[in-house]
Nanobody, 126 residues
Framework: QVQLVESGGGLVQAGDSLRLSCAAS????????MGWFRQAPGKEREFVAA????????YYANSVKGRFTISRDNAKNTVYLQMNSLKLEDTAVYYC???????????????????WGQGTQVTVSS
């Protein structure tokens, strides 16, 4: 079992940066691939980024590639999402998710992730 708690959301202006954190419980954090998803009002939840168990592989949605960076610190049981050059369309609730994986495969579909956090709101204003 893994419990995930996101933090770091808030209200920022377009062009600003924000870093989200996701703290995981459990001693086997390093056995899990991690991902970030987001859900904007009136839209379905969508994949944002994923990182492999050892941080060696990452994958991004085209909409955030070059602006967002996912990383993890296995010693701190934490995964991060650094968001730069934020746009109005980045406004959403951001969710951290995890699934057990010892490979470099990075899942992009929701149903591949077994554990989810409660979400943190990111609002980008003009």
């Amino acid at each position: 079992q893994v419990q995930l708690v996101e933090s770091g959301g808030g209200l920022v202006q377009a062009g600003d940066s924000l870093r989200l954190s996701c703290a995981a419980s459990g001693r086997t954090f390093k056995s899990y691939a991690m991902g970030w998803f987001r859900q904007a009002p009136g839209k379905e939840r969508e994949f944002v980024a994923a990182v492999s168990w050892n941080g060696g592989s990452t994958y991004y949605a085209n909409s955030v590639k070059g602006r967002f960076t996912i990383s993890r610190d296995n010693a701190k049981n934490t995964v991060y999402l650094q968001m730069n050059s934020l746009k109005l369309e980045d406004t959403a609730v951001y969710y951290c998710a995890a699934y057990y994986s010892g490979s470099s495969h990075l899942a992009q579909r929701e149903n591949e992730y077994a554990y989810w956090g409660q979400g943190t709101q990111v609002t980008v204003s003009s």
